[in-house]
Nanobody, 123 residues
Framework: QWQVAESGGDSVRPGGSLRLSCTAS????????IGWSRQVPGKGREAVGC???????YYKDPAKGRWTIARDDAKNAVYLEMSALKSEDTAIYYC?????????????????WGQGTQVTVSS
């Protein structure tokens, strides 16, 4: 039973910061790539970034220069540190495990999709 649970989403003002958590159960996050993606109703999934098994993180355009993905092996969790948030970052954020950092974050997922965590950026 491989499961992930996202948390940490909130409603913040533009320019604010959040830390999203992805807590795993049933597997060890350090053994797999962990990716973050987001969805807006009516739109497709958009990749945010991924941390590989060796600990290096790779970021897509929405995250580059603003956000950091990190892993805490003791807590068996992965975090998405978000700063300089913009209104266009409003979405439901999901994490998932993969054999390696994927091209399509919606396919070849090793975990069941969680409920995600809502991030709302507005004034």
């Amino acid at each position: 039973q491989w499961q992930v649970a996202e948390s940490g989403g909130d409603s913040v003002r533009p320019g604010g910061s959040l830390r999203l958590s992805c807590t795993a159960s049933g597997f060890t996050v350090a053994d797999y790539a962990i990716g973050w993606s987001r969805q807006v109703p009516g739109k497709g999934r958009e990749a945010v970034g991924c941390i590989a098994t060796h600990g290096l993180s790779y970021y897509k355009d929405p995250a580059k220069g603003r956000w950091t993905i990190a892993r805490d092996d003791a807590k068996n969790a992965v975090y998405l540190e978000m700063s300089a948030l913009k209104s266009e970052d409003t979405a439901i954020y999901y994490c998932a495990a993969y054999r390696w950092c994927p091209v399509d974050y919606g396919r070849d997922v090793l975990t069941s999709w969680g409920q995600g965590t809502q991030v709302t950026v507005s004034s």
